[in-house]
């Protein structure tokens, strides 16, 4: 497969370079693909794309249906990130064991570095509490809008049987209830005193 070339040009004649960029790089190995940096970050790169490829693949799997509802959107961005976030820690533990570094083996011998995946892992989090965040707000939100409306229907059941007790006629009781109606409405208790 022939990607998008080299992104650096020749020091020589200033044209573009021709090469391959290193894989998850837009850079060859000899415009800085060779550097640890850069290598780094196309690993990363890398493993965050296979990631959310498989993700995406699951997801699409277990629910194919388009939704606009914000709060199923925000659920599901929810989901998504606590799904990376496991896959990321499971990819550390099954690789580093006990050893927070992992061993990097070269040509030249072996050397300790953190394991790439644990600033994905860090990342994920940050992202996962504050989705987590939004949709709690969201929720709490939806909750206690519902708990204000059970309030209400409580109160005009209370009156309701209140007026029964007083003997209050159908038509008066109409009349009363509609200006409760009204009050609720506007926020304002001398609403509909007119
Ligand atoms: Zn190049």
Sequence with gaps: M??????????????????????????????????????????KRLAQQSTMQAIGKALIAENTEVTADPLQS???????????????????SADLGDDVLTTIYTEGGSYKKAHPYLELWNEERDRLAKFSKLALDAGVAEKQLKV?????ELMASALDASLDEAGISAEQRFTILQGMAKRLKTGDSRAGAE
């Design 2 to 43: 022939n990607g998008p070339l080299c992104t650096g040009h020749s020091s020589r004649t200033g044209l573009p370079c021709q090469k391959q960029p290193i894989k998850g790089s837009t850079v060859c190995r000899n415009h800085g693909g060779s550097t640890p940096q850069v290598k780094r970050a196309a690993e």
């Design 74 to 92: 925000l659920m599901r961005m929810v989901q998504t990130s606590a799904w990376a976030e496991r896959a990321y820690a499971q990819k550390i």
């Design 148 to 152: 204000e409306i059970a309030q209400i």
